[in-house]
């Protein structure tokens, strides 16, 4: 009995060792896009997607001192645009992203003040949402569609992690979420093309509780 409750009792005790490595949180921000390219001949179109808003639910664990890592859900608001010359066009849409980031801390977990750096990957939705039309402008050079696709996401970035409170976080960072174009979502029109990959870049403030 003796030797059962000892067992009992470090299997409490561990617990609440891992209790305290773990947080999780909710965040919000703005998601601002790199502008991409068209080329049809001698002429080019810029497409991609307007700033929108981007939230995020998380779980973060303490792993060792100065290396952590959390697994990450976030949901954009992201309408698609194209625009050429005079004339532009926007298409709702949303994305759906899900990864797991390394973070890299230059100050010990007890620390009140942790800078960090992130890495990590995962996966992103692209959906069209917007209402198809019979002519869409500009559509010699790509068309905005009410589709969705999958892409592998790389992610970097970095930021603060401020203890404000017993098991009370606040982050602030900004995040890199990198694709390549997805092209059954902003289809080039042969034979347009489309070059280079898609950045969202995304400053964020999160708001985490420890147990």
Excluded at 110 to 138: C, H, S, V, W
Aim: aromatic content about 14%.
């Amino acid at each position: 009995m003796r030797k059962f409750t000892g067992c009992l009792f470090a299997l409490a005790l561990g617990g609440s060792c891992l209790a305290q490595q773990w947080d999780v949180g909710v965040a919000g921000g703005l998601e601002v896009y790199k502008n991409l390219t068209v080329t049809n001949g001698s002429d080019q179109a810029s497409a991609g997607f307007k700033p929108g808003l981007v939230v995020s639910a998380f779980a973060a664990q303490d792993l060792y001192q100065h290396l952590g890592g959390e697994i990450r859900y976030d949901f954009g608001f992201a309408n698609m645009k194209e625009s050429s010359g005079g004339t532009s066009v926007d298409f709702g849409a949303q994305t759906h992203a899900i990864h797991y980031d390394f973070m890299f801390y230059g100050a010990r977990r007890d620390a009140k003040l942790r800078p960090f750096l992130l890495a990590g990957g995962g996966i992103k939705i692209y959906r069209g949402t917007g209402q198809e039309q019979e002519f869409q402008p500009l559509a010699n050079f790509a068309i905005l569609s009410k589709t969705k696709q999958i892409e592998g996401l790389i992610t970097a970035g970095g930021g603060v992690k401020f203890q404000v409170g017993h098991r009370k976080f606040i982050y602030l960072e900004v995040i890199d979420f990198i694709t390549r174009t997805p092209q059954n979502v902003i289809a080039p029109y042969p034979p347009s093309s489309i070059s280079g990959w898609v950045h969202g870049f995304a400053p964020m403030v999160a708001l985490s509780f420890g147990f």
